[in-house]
């Protein structure tokens, strides 16, 4: 049975840092596209990072970059998402997805991954 677990979020200070994890039993992370998403508090679900399969590139969406940093442990079969200098508006549900169609190297669009996992809650607040 496919499944993605995500674990590592809480509660953290403006400014802080947290490290979330994605681990898959199933399948093997390493030959699909990995994908974190959050939603927040009255928001639409939104890509946050993704890390290719096929040549390892990683990608962020512009309100992440310089801060969060995605990578992948083949070993562990987990995905990381490291977040720095956390802000109130990262506050949300975070998700990890797998995109299982193998016409697409990586995207941050939820609409194109196909396995989620249950989600893991990030709060940022003083």
């Known amino acids: 049975q496919l499944q993605l677990v995500e674990s590592g979020g809480g509660l953290v200070q403006p400014g802080g840092s947290l490290r979330l994890s994605c681990t898959a039993s199933g399948f093997t992370l390493r030959y699909y596209p990995i994908g974190w998403f959050r939603q927040g508090p009255g928001k639409e679900r939104e890509g946050v990072s993704c890390i290719s399969s096929s040549d390892g590139s990683t990608h962020y969406a512009d309100s992440v970059k310089g801060r969060f940093t995605i990578s992948r442990d083949n070993a562990k079969n987990t995905v990381y998402l490291q977040m720095n200098s956390l802000k109130p508006e990262d506050t949300g549900v975070y998700y990890c997805?797998?995109?299982?169609?193998?016409?697409?190297?990586?995207?941050?669009?939820?609409?194109?991954?196909?396995?989620w996992g249950q989600g893991t809650r990030v709060t940022v607040s003083s």
């Open positions: 997805a797998a995109l299982r169609d193998v016409r697409i190297m990586w995207s941050l669009r939820p609409t194109d991954f196909n396995s």
